[in-house]
């Protein structure tokens, strides 16, 4: 299983980006993918997620500003955020887990400005 995200980047407060996660050795319809993030200082948290059956589920933090999506053909996942604000700074991270282990992408940065 790997996982390669991309899109991350320097925005302005409600500025908008899009992150993908493409994602080799995943079954779409079997594993749920996952956003994370982790700003400095704290702890990782769940932002969003979409479960085998095309369900999404959002942190409260970021529900109405943030948009997951897949795409099973290109095998890649989604994060569209949208009204960022200083508070999205944070490393954000794609995750799944097959057969009870976790699998983790590299971590792409994003940086939202004031």
């Known amino acids: 299983v790997q996982l390669q995200a991309s899109g991350g980047g320097l925005v302005q407060a409600g500025g908008s980006l899009r992150l993908s996660c493409k994602a080799i050795?995943?079954?779409?319809?079997?594993?749920?993918m996952n956003w994370y993030r982790q700003a400095p200082g704290k702890q990782r948290e769940l932002v969003a997620a979409?479960?085998?059956?095309?369900?999404?589920n959002y942190a409260d933090s970021v529900k109405g500003r943030f948009t997951m999506s897949r795409d099973v053909a290109r095998r890649t996942v989604y994060l569209q955020m949208s009204s960022l604000g200083p508070e999205d700074t944070a490393v954000y991270y794609c995750?799944?887990?097959?057969?009870?282990?976790?699998?983790w992408g590299q971590g792409t940065q994003v940086t939202v400005s004031s």
């Open positions: 995750n799944t887990m097959r057969q009870s282990r976790d699998y």
């Open positions: 979409v479960t085998g059956d095309g369900r999404t």
């Open positions: 050795g995943i079954n779409f319809a079997i594993n749920s």
